[in-house]
């Protein structure tokens, strides 16, 4: 009498459950075929292979389907929608069994007793595919520990980085069966990568699981490379013809060759790699025939992917190509792509990072027919993509990795991956001294008891970000201010203003969407010199945990053409790909400066006019905020001071009394001050006093405290009251007034300026 058997749709495993040789399904199911969680269950695709059986996750619950890893998928040779016969699975005791490591070039020095060790209960048949999985327990539903089958292999192999290793079942007894390891088993080690490997994709290595954040994309990629070489006659049945080609494009980092790599290996395909560069030679027409034997390479082993890497660098505009054997390229291309011979089961895909560089010819439909931005992940991206950074390391039970990803914003996965690199550098730090003390020297094996004391802990991680930053940002790298609320003395009501206009919009977001409004784009700061509007700008880049771009007006200026606004698309294009940012503009009465009708300063002019589209142009400024700074308000020009774009115009005041003694506390908070000092006394006698001007006094106070005795180590009244009489106040009593009558033009008469300019600079 044949087993019951019940046949299921493949769907690709959760993170956690990775490299771990287990299947999971409805328990409905597992009845059926008379099987328990913990069983042995034999899959049966093109190939029949063997996995532990465990209960289905509360959300698949009824569903027609069985979620295994990218290793079950390639040894029962099924992929992530095809059907998959489940049955119980009839288990011998394995005599001997032979494995070795599957990745071509690699030695793997490890005794076979600990291979023994590690794999006893484990099932497995002939040309299975097996991953070392993470150093930790499985557990069952009743939370008791479930004996790993790697358990013991992964904690020695996880240190020495053998982590992504795969190794091959070459051979079993008795033969022809799905065996089990025992303690009577031998097992034969081969420390050299075996070289029958009949699946050539298996060197890339690469499951749709080692992926994160790119769901959706992965959707679209599968049903436009997948679907025509697996099953054709669907786009027969339809009338149509298939899709040729695929577009990946996005910031570097995000994943496009990676997720070319995982279709190749998901879908068993003949890949074939092409650099852009390594297709030109210097001899003439040469270039061209190295890209006919690529596609007649991918003809002759179809079902085939062809995967160009960065194609900006051999498929350039024509029109701009400065040598002929470019546009030579570019035409053979074009040929092949959509020649009169039909390339039948061959699906190109390419990556680059700079789309608009592309001949057009290339772009339309029936050559690449679909173009796919691969965007910079947002926080459950972030999270996905940490928890297969980290799928390998020993984390320490306290890490959080939901709270590395909420602080990581604009890091693609790349970056992540640097990331988790440098925390594990730092623990590794932490045990060099050890090792010195202990006298290991180069080449000595480490002792184990201080290998298990090698834990990734969530410090290593915050020490981490501070040297990792977003790739993006690296051009206009600014460190993360280390300036808060409390560090700025007085101006109570601006803080309150600045944290309602930046830090609510981008820490309650559903706020402002419940009342169906907009968050402010703009913010100006201005007033006298030295008040504290960069230190502000800071600080809320700091209490908001946003990325923080400082540009400088002056340095945005170029003599060249078109320059000067090309610094500034590209200014808000890295603002937006790492958002949350806060952009901040100091002096920025340098670079927008109004407008006049006789049209002598054409730079200003077109910077303004970029200026005023990105900020408040078709393209929208999600979870960007700009923050401009200026002493001169009055220069700057009328049109970005509308609402919509520089919404808050905020005066920054000369601190009052209550301010100034606020800012003498934080300046002289680390100066050793006498007892005399009387701070209160010292901040009535500074009025009109600005924080630089402060500050200065402070300095000076200390100066003439060491001029008088070098030796000295209390700061004396005395020295503060000398101070005063050498630094002057730098804002006077007109000054001040000049900057309150702004407050009350920018509020009162907004629009009639507009107007008014606007017949101004138009003649």
């Given at each position: 009498?044949?087993?019951?058997?019940?046949?299921?749709?493949?769907?690709?495993?959760?993170?956690?459950?990775?490299?771990?040789?287990?299947?999971?399904?409805?328990?409905?199911?597992?009845?059926?075929?008379?099987?328990?969680?913990?069983?042995?269950?034999?899959?049966?695709?093109?190939?029949?292979?063997?996995?532990?059986?465990?209960?289905?996750?509360?959300?698949?619950?009824?569903?027609?389907?069985?979620?295994?890893?990218?290793?079950?998928?390639?040894?029962?040779?099924?992929?992530?929608?095809?059907?998959?016969?489940?049955?119980?699975?009839?288990?011998?005791?394995?005599?001997?069994?032979?494995?070795?490591?599957?990745?071509?070039?690699?030695?793997?020095?490890?005794?076979?007793?600990?291979?023994?060790?590690?794999?006893?209960?484990?099932?497995?048949?002939?040309?299975?595919?097996?991953?070392?999985?993470?150093?930790?327990?499985?557990?069952?539903?009743?939370?008791?520990?479930?004996?790993?089958i790697f358990y013991m292999m992964e904690s020695q192999f996880a240190s020495f980085g053998f982590g992504d290793i795969k190794f091959m079942v070459v051979d079993v007894h008795p033969k022809k069966s799905v065996v089990v390891i025992t303690k009577e088993t031998e097992v034969e080690f081969n420390p050299k990568a075996v070289d029958v490997v009949e699946d050539e994709t298996l060197g890339l290595g690469i499951n749709y699981e080692d992926i994160g954040g790119l769901g959706e994309e992965i959707k679209k990629v599968r049903e436009m490379v997948e679907l025509p070489l697996k099953h054709p006659e669907v786009f027969e049945r339809l009338g149509i013809e298939a899709p040729k080609g695929v577009l990946l494009h996005g910031a570097p980092g995000t994943g496009k060759t990676l997720l070319a790599k995982a279709v190749a290996s998901e879908t068993n395909s003949h890949f074939i790699l092409i650099n852009g560069p390594e297709v030109i030679s210097k001899f003439y027409g040469e270039s061209e025939a190295n890209l006919r034997k690529k596609f007649e390479e991918a003809e002759k082993n179809a079902p085939s992917i062809i995967f160009f890497d960065e194609i900006d660098a051999i498929a350039s505009k024509r029109e701009e190509a400065k040598g002929d054997v470019e546009k030579r390229v570019v035409a053979q291309m074009l040929g092949l792509m959509d020649g009169l011979k039909s390339r039948g089961k061959v699906i190109l895909i390419a990556a680059t990072n700079m789309p608009n560089l592309l001949d057009p010819a290339l772009r339309r439909p029936g050559r690449f027919d679909r173009e796919m931005e691969i965007g910079v992940p947002d926080q459950k991206g972030r999270l996905e993509i940490l928890?297969?950074?980290?799928?390998?390391?020993?984390?320490?039970?306290?890490?959080?990795?939901?709270?590395?990803?909420?602080?990581?914003?604009?890091?693609?996965?790349?970056?992540?991956?640097?990331?988790?690199?440098?925390?594990?550098?730092?623990?590794?730090?932490?045990?060099?001294?050890?090792?010195?003390?202990?006298?290991?020297?180069?080449?000595?094996?480490?002792?184990?008891?201080?290998?298990?004391?090698?834990?990734?802990?969530?410090?290593?991680?915050?020490?981490?970000?501070?040297?990792?930053?977003?790739?993006?940002?690296?051009?206009?790298?600014?460190?993360?201010?280390?300036?808060?609320?409390?560090?700025?003395?007085?101006?109570?009501?601006?803080?309150?203003?600045?944290?309602?206009?930046?830090?609510?919009?981008?820490?309650?977001?559903?706020?402002?969407?419940?009342?169906?409004?907009?968050?402010?784009?703009?913010?100006?700061?201005?007033?006298?010199?030295?008040?504290?509007?960069?230190?502000?700008?800071?600080?809320?880049?700091?209490?908001?945990?946003?990325?923080?771009?400082?540009?400088?007006?002056?340095?945005?200026?170029?003599?060249?053409?078109?320059?000067?606004?090309?610094?500034?698309?590209?200014?808000?294009?890295?603002?937006?790909?790492?958002?949350?940012?806060?952009?901040?503009?100091?002096?920025?009465?340098?670079?927008?400066?109004?407008?006049?009708?006789?049209?002598?300063?054409?730079?200003?002019?077109?910077?303004v006019n970029q200026m005023l589209s990105e900020i408040d142009g078709l393209e929208s400024l999600n979870d960007v905020v700009v923050i401009a700074a200026t002493n001169r308000p009055d220069i700057v020009d009328p049109a970005l001071l509308r609402q919509g774009r520089f919404d808050r115009i905020l005066l920054v005041p000369v601190s009052d009394e209550a301010g100034r003694k606020r800012v003498f506390e934080i300046y002289t908070k680390k100066m050793p001050i006498a007892e005399d000092v009387d701070l209160t006394k010292l901040a009535h006698n500074t009025k009109g006093y600005v924080g630089a001007d402060i500050e200065g006094v402070c300095r000076e106070a200390a100066m003439i405290a060491l001029r008088a005795d070098s030796t000295a180590k209390k700061i004396t009244m005395a020295n503060f009251k000398e101070a005063l009489t050498v630094v002057r106040q730098s804002v006077d009593k007109e000054t001040e007034q000049i900057y309150t009558q702004l407050s009350e033009y920018f509020s009162a008469a907004r629009a009639k300026e507009i107007t008014e300019a606007k017949a101004r600079y138009f003649g």
């Open positions: 009498m044949s087993k019951p058997e019940i046949q299921l749709k493949v769907m690709e495993a959760v993170q956690d459950d990775v490299n771990r040789g287990i299947v999971k399904t409805d328990s409905t199911f597992m009845k059926q075929i008379g099987v328990n969680p913990g069983d042995v269950v034999e899959i049966q695709g093109e190939r029949v292979t063997a996995a532990i059986v465990d209960r289905a996750y509360p959300g698949d619950i009824g569903l027609n389907i069985v979620r295994m890893d990218g290793n079950t998928r390639r040894n029962a040779r099924t992929s992530i929608g095809e059907l998959v016969k489940i049955r119980k699975a009839e288990i011998k005791p394995a005599k001997k069994i032979v494995i070795a490591p599957a990745t071509k070039g690699v030695l793997v020095k490890a005794s076979s007793h600990l291979f023994k060790q590690g794999l006893q209960g484990k099932a497995l048949s002939k040309g299975d595919l097996v991953s070392l999985g993470r150093p930790r327990r499985r557990v069952d539903a009743s939370g008791r520990e479930v004996n790993d928890q297969i950074h980290t799928r390998h390391m020993p984390l320490a039970k306290s890490i959080s990795l939901k709270d590395i990803a909420k602080v990581t914003h604009g890091f693609v996965g790349a970056d992540l991956s640097a990331l988790t690199k440098e925390a594990a550098m730092i623990v590794l730090r932490r045990i060099l001294p050890e090792l010195k003390k202990k006298g290991i020297e180069e080449g000595e094996s480490i002792p184990k008891e201080i290998l298990e004391k090698l834990l990734v802990k969530q410090k290593d991680f915050v020490e981490a970000l501070r040297t990792v930053r977003p790739s993006a940002m690296r051009e206009v790298l600014v460190e993360t201010p280390d300036v808060g609320w409390n560090d700025i003395g007085g101006l109570e009501d601006v803080k309150e203003k600045l944290k309602e206009a930046v830090e609510w919009p981008l820490k309650k977001p559903e706020a402002f969407k419940r009342m169906g409004i907009r968050p402010p784009r703009g913010i100006l700061l201005y007033g006298p010199p030295g008040t504290g509007k960069t230190l502000l700008a800071k600080a809320v880049a700091k209490e908001s945990e946003a990325n923080f771009i400082l540009v400088n007006g002056p340095s945005l200026l170029s003599k060249w053409v078109g320059e000067s606004e090309k610094a500034v698309r590209e200014i808000f294009r890295k603002a937006r790909q790492t958002a949350p940012t806060i952009l901040f503009f100091d002096e920025i009465d340098a670079v927008v400066p109004r407008r006049n009708s006789n049209g002598d300063n054409n730079v200003t002019e077109r910077v």
